[in-house]
């Protein structure tokens, strides 16, 4: 994962999961990097996805690597299980838990990459102490839980605090967001600093044109 490009991972809660050979087979065809898988737990957001079976299953399907959003209480717990299940990158929420260091340190002893995201009125000071060890900070553009909603303008500025930090201590991290995307606000959120784009809905409606 090289700084200085731009990455697509599409998020596959917008796939049409009756059909997930056509999903996957648009998702390579259209330039993606990665295969951004949401977890959600019915506790941390009210929906329940899918997790570690549903992972293990489809981790067939391609080989691109997979973008794995944990929207789960206690990540701790379970985190390692979502790697054997075939996780490439895992990103946890700093809202799900206290032990951040030691999820970070879990996903790093299995040599994978770690990641943190932020809800959308996280402030940054919440992860600071992270951000020389991550290797992605996910900035939610949405509240999250639920695909298709419209990107929350403020979340904005928070990917360009993000790439200044970045920039002045270079760090390695890699900016994601997720939530909202589509040609109008793609624009925006890559003027400000994105290097990872997440997108549901747009994507799989085929509205979202990617060079
Ligand atoms: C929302 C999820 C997102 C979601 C994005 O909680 O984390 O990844 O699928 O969907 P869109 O692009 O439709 O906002
Ligand atoms: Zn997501």
Redesign the pocket.
């Known amino acids: 994962m090289k700084k200085n490009s731009r990455f697509l991972s599409p998020?596959l809660?917008?796939a049409d999961f009756s059909d997930l050979t056509s999903a996957f087979k648009f998702i390579e065809e259209k330039g993606s990097s990665f295969v951004?898988v949401?977890v959600m737990d019915g506790h941390f957001v009210p929906q329940v996805s899918y997790g570690q079976p549903v992972i293990s299953s489809i981790r067939k399907c391609t080989k691109l690597p997979f973008d794995v959003?944990l929207?789960i209480e206690r990540p701790e717990n379970s985190i390692v299980s979502y790697i054997e299940s075939g996780a490439d990158f895992v990103t946890f929420h700093i809202e799900a838990t206290c032990h951040a260091d030691r999820c970070v340190q879990l996903v790093h002893d299995a040599g994978k990459k770690a990641g943190i995201a932020l809800c959308p009125a996280t402030p940054l000071s919440a992860v600071e102490e992270l951000l020389p060890f991550v290797d992605i900070v996910l900035v939610m553009s949405?509240n999250?839980?639920?695909?298709?909603?419209k990107l929350i303008p403020y979340t904005i500025e928070k990917i360009r605090k993000l790439a200044d930090i970045q920039r002045e201590k270079n760090f390695k991290y890699l900016i994601s967001v997720?939530?909202?995307?589509n040609q109008e606000t793609l624009e925006d959120v890559l003027e400000a600093g994105t290097d990872i784009v997440?997108?549901?809905?747009?994507f799989f409606r085929g509205n979202l044109e990617w060079k």
């Open positions: 998020s809660l917008s951004h949401d959003h929207m949405v999250p839980g639920w695909g298709g909603q997720d939530g909202g995307i997440v997108s549901g809905s747009s």
